[in-house]
């Protein structure tokens, strides 16, 4: 399997992970395309392979800020881990009693 199969692999189950929102798929694709980006670096690729792995990509990034931006406006947090705040929403009963 060429460097560009691989990726164009590697970039399909990352997509694939994404819509399943499997988060250790999607770290263990993360850090496989570190390596085979670091190989494509070093490898000659024709303007359409180039185009069709740069599109790909795009969409997976666009995909997983979709997500993550929907996970946001559901929990309502502006960021995740142990030291994350929940925003109270605008209309919480807290803001009427004040």
Do not use: W
């Not at 494509?40 to 931006?69: H, M």
């Amino acid at each position: 399997m060429t460097v560009v199969e691989r990726m164009r692999d590697l970039l399909q189950r990352e997509r694939a992970a994404l819509r399943a929102g499997d988060p250790e798929q999607i770290l263990a694709c993360a850090s496989e395309k570190e390596g085979v980006l670091v190989e494509l670096i070093d490898t000659e690729l024709s303007q359409a392979e180039a185009q069709e792995l740069g599109d790909l990509n795009r969409f997976n990034g666009e995909l997983a800020r979709g997500g993550a931006s929907l996970l946001r406006a559901v929990l309502g947090q502006d960021r995740y881990g142990p030291d994350a705040q929940v925003r109270a929403p605008a209309h919480s009963v807290i803001d009427r009693q004040a």
